[in-house]
């Protein structure tokens, strides 16, 4: 029973973790972008009158909330309603749940009980969430479909090409990194990485596979259909492409579902190169200095220090997306392809062969 | 596997697949396959096959489903515009109906008299497991639908380029 209890409070962490950073994003993305482009940004629902700095935090984290949920569900006529209303939640929910096989920490200790600071332990992880962010193209291809408009079909069906086209480089990629660990298991993976290479060096992933860490990154950025592969929605030729007649809570659901997919390539960028939860030279009992130095330190105190290093490297990677939004225009469709299928799958592979290489040479 | 468990997921998976041929909509019959193929998937998960579920959702709920889905979608199939399928068609189907039924029957008694009491190894279903499998014990079919696939490949590069 307190298993039972211990693993829904891990999981239902995760996924709350997950909507409130989903929610954080789009005012980073607001307020990152006007910085950017020299605007203001949002400014305007303030609570304490003019503040000098209005950072607009109660736009996007309040007033743009209550907006999407009290607005108008309109479907357009001669739609398909059933589809059209299960399209955004059967593209979200299969992303929602990807998390539960991420490990945020090592072990928290309670009372002597030791709990593993990751919702579902499963020996086929890579697989998992490979299997869950494909399903997830069924939300845009549906919601394309449903909608019963030229824009929406245009973008659904741009989306299915896209996302089956940079699932292959992105699964390429992570294999790779599988070779190099000798897992699937992410938790696994991310204890490995706590080793030092030369004493001095953390092992972590980027180390061993640069090129597969440019490969993902890419391909998790077509992945979640954002600048510089945001096809299925170009709003300058698609109108917003799938989810065109989509108004109020439903197009809310498809604008987390972006969110959340970049919060997903985040946290697996993060786990897979960077060491997910590991602090450098930190042990369980403490730090432990390569110059012979160690610095014992309590050990809710050294979970503490993994998950907030967790987070940090996950929020860093989620600016970085949104940075590379903001600064990059938009491929063409057929550069779009040719850059999945001629240039990222062949260098995934020959990564992939390489790798294989060196570890049957050198093992 | 138990008993109520077995039925809880075959009679709505029996259900759905009926459904696929049974909807006059293309778009919703490929979306019952899709939920076919899921619900195999956690038939898999219930027989500690995990690496064959991971599999079956990656390859075939998301990815070739997908590409049904995008070939209805293009050519905008509508439920009138489906031919009526010939008589010859209909009775291959039924006799090739029978036939796989008297297999699967043949297989169903030979296996269960055997096979269902002893227990499974311990790495039953692993990626280690089902790996060294493939590339030892299997190597030949694994690599004869490795070329059928290539040509499959090759086939398609031709077609497109006429």
Same mark, same amino acid.
């Given at each position: 029973?307190?298993?039972?209890?211990?693993?829904?409070?891990?999981?239902?962490?995760?996924?709350?973790?997950?909507?409130?950073?989903?929610?954080?994003?789009?005012?980073?993305?607001? &307020?990152?972008?006007?910085?950017?482009?020299?605007?203001?940004?949002?400014?305007?629902?303030?609570?304490?009158? &003019?503040?000098?700095?209005?950072?607009?935090?109660?736009?996007?984290?309040?007033?743009?909330?209550?907006?999407?949920?009290?607005?108008?569900?309109?479907?357009?006529?001669?739609a398909d309603k059933l589809l059209h209303t299960l399209a955004?939640?059967?593209?979200?929910?299969?992303?929602?749940?990807?998390?539960?096989?991420?490990?945020?920490?090592?072990?928290?200790?309670?009372?002597?009980?030791?709990?593993?600071?990751?919702?579902?332990?499963?020996?086929?992880?890579?697989?998992?969430?490979?299997?869950?962010?494909?399903?997830?193209?069924?939300?845009?291809?549906?919601?394309?479909?449903?909608?019963?408009?030229?824009?929406?079909?245009?973008?659904?069906?741009?989306?299915? !090409?896209?996302?089956?086209?940079?699932?292959?480089?992105?699964?390429?990629?992570?294999?790779?990194?599988?070779?190099?660990?000798?897992?699937?298991?992410?938790?696994?993976?991310?204890? !490995?990485?706590?080793?030092?290479?030369?004493?001095?060096?953390?092992?972590?992933?980027?180390?061993?596979?640069?090129?597969?860490?440019?490969?993902?990154?890419?391909?998790?950025?077509?992945?979640? &259909?954002?600048?510089?592969?945001?096809?299925?929605?170009?709003?300058?030729?698609?109108?917003?492409?799938?989810?065109?007649?989509?108004?109020?809570?439903?197009?809310?659901?498809?604008?987390?579902?972006?969110?959340?997919?970049?919060?997903?390539?985040?946290?697996?960028?993060?786990?897979?190169?960077?060491?997910?939860?590991?602090?450098?030279?930190?042990?369980?009992?403490?730090?432990?200095?390569?110059?012979?130095?160690?610095?014992?330190?309590?050990?809710?105190?050294?979970?503490?220090?993994?998950?907030?290093?967790?987070?940090? &490297?996950?929020?860093?990677?989620?600016?970085?997306?949104?940075?590379?939004?903001?600064?990059?225009?938009?491929?063409?469709?057929?550069?779009?392809?040719?850059?999945?299928?001629?240039?990222?799958?062949?260098?995934?592979?020959?990564?992939?062969?390489?790798?294989?290489?060196?570890?049957?040479?050198?093992? | 596997?138990?008993?109520?468990?077995?039925?809880?997921?075959?009679?709505?998976?029996?259900?759905?697949?009926?459904?696929?041929?049974?909807?006059?909509?293309?778009?919703?019959?490929?979306?019952?396959?899709?939920?076919?193929?899921?619900?195999?998937?956690?038939?898999?998960?219930?027989?500690?096959?995990?690496?064959?579920?991971?599999?079956?959702?990656?390859?075939?709920?998301?990815?070739?489903?997908?590409?049904?889905?995008?070939?209805?979608?293009?050519?905008?199939?509508?439920?009138?515009?489906?031919?009526?399928?010939?008589?010859?068609?209909?009775?291959?189907?039924?006799?090739?109906?029978?036939?796989?039924?008297?297999?699967?029957?043949?297989?169903?008694?030979?296996?269960?008299?055997?096979?269902?009491?002893?227990?499974?190894?311990?790495?039953?279903?692993?990626?280690?497991?089902?790996?060294?499998?493939?590339?030892?014990?299997?190597?030949?079919?694994?690599?004869?639908?490795?070329?059928?696939?290539?040509?499959?490949?090759?086939?398609?590069?031709?077609?497109a380029k006429r």
């Amino acid at each position: 029973m307190i298993d039972f209890l211990i693993t829904f409070s891990l999981t239902l962490l995760m996924v709350l973790m997950v909507l409130n950073l989903g929610g954080l994003l789009l005012w980073v993305e607001r &307020k990152g972008s006007a910085v950017l482009q020299d605007r203001i940004g949002a400014n305007r629902a303030a609570v304490f009158g &003019k503040l000098p700095f209005n950072l607009g935090i109660v736009n996007t984290l309040v007033a743009d909330p209550i907006k999407l949920f009290t607005k108008e569900d309109f479907v357009p006529q001669g739609a398909d309603k059933l589809l059209h209303t299960l399209a955004p939640a059967i593209g979200l929910v299969p992303l929602l749940v990807t998390f539960i096989v991420i490990p945020f920490g090592d072990v928290l200790i309670i009372g002597g009980r030791e709990i593993t600071l990751q919702a579902a332990n499963l020996n086929i992880g890579i697989l998992y969430v490979l299997a869950m962010v494909s399903l997830s193209v069924y939300g845009v291809v549906l919601g394309g479909w449903a909608s019963n408009n030229r824009w929406a079909l245009l973008g659904g069906i741009r989306g299915s !090409a896209q996302m089956i086209s940079y699932e292959i480089p992105l699964g390429l990629a992570l294999i790779g990194v599988v070779l190099a660990f000798g897992s699937l298991d992410l938790q696994e993976i991310t204890r !490995a990485q706590g080793a030092l290479i030369g004493g001095w060096i953390p092992a972590w992933g980027i180390v061993y596979q640069p090129v597969a860490f440019l490969i993902f990154l890419a391909a998790g950025i077509a992945e979640s &259909k954002r600048i510089p592969f945001d096809l299925p929605e170009a709003e300058s030729e698609l109108i917003s492409g799938y989810f065109t007649e989509y108004s109020g809570s439903k197009q809310a659901m498809f604008m987390l579902g972006d969110f959340v997919e970049a919060i997903i390539v985040a946290g697996l960028i993060t786990t897979l190169f960077f060491g997910g939860w590991q602090v450098p030279f930190l042990l369980r009992d403490g730090f432990h200095f390569p110059w012979g130095g160690t610095l014992a330190l309590p050990s809710l105190l050294v979970t503490l220090l993994q998950v907030g290093a967790f987070t940090l &490297k996950v929020l860093f990677f989620c600016w970085l997306q949104i940075m590379i939004r903001w600064t990059l225009p938009r491929f063409r469709y057929d550069q779009l392809i040719s850059l999945g299928w001629k240039i990222l799958l062949p260098l995934a592979l020959a990564n992939v062969m390489l790798t294989a290489l060196i570890i049957l040479l050198f093992e | 596997m138990d008993f109520v468990t077995f039925f809880a997921l075959a009679i709505p998976l029996v259900v759905i697949a009926i459904m696929v041929i049974a909807h006059p909509s293309p778009v919703y019959s490929a979306l019952f396959l899709v939920l076919t193929l899921f619900l195999l998937a956690v038939y898999f998960l219930f027989l500690d096959a995990h690496m064959v579920a991971a599999l079956q959702i990656i390859v075939y709920a998301g990815a070739i489903m997908v590409l049904f889905l995008f070939v209805i979608m293009l050519l905008n199939l509508q439920s009138d515009t489906q031919p009526t399928p010939s008589r010859g068609l209909g009775r291959a189907a039924i006799i090739g109906g029978v036939i796989l039924v008297a297999e699967l029957g043949l297989l169903l008694q030979r296996s269960s008299s055997e096979q269902a009491e002893s227990a499974l190894p311990e790495n039953f279903g692993t990626v280690e497991a089902l790996g060294s499998q493939l590339f030892t014990t299997y190597l030949l079919p694994f690599e004869i639908t490795g070329i059928l696939l290539l040509v499959a490949v090759v086939g398609a590069v031709v077609l497109a380029k006429r």
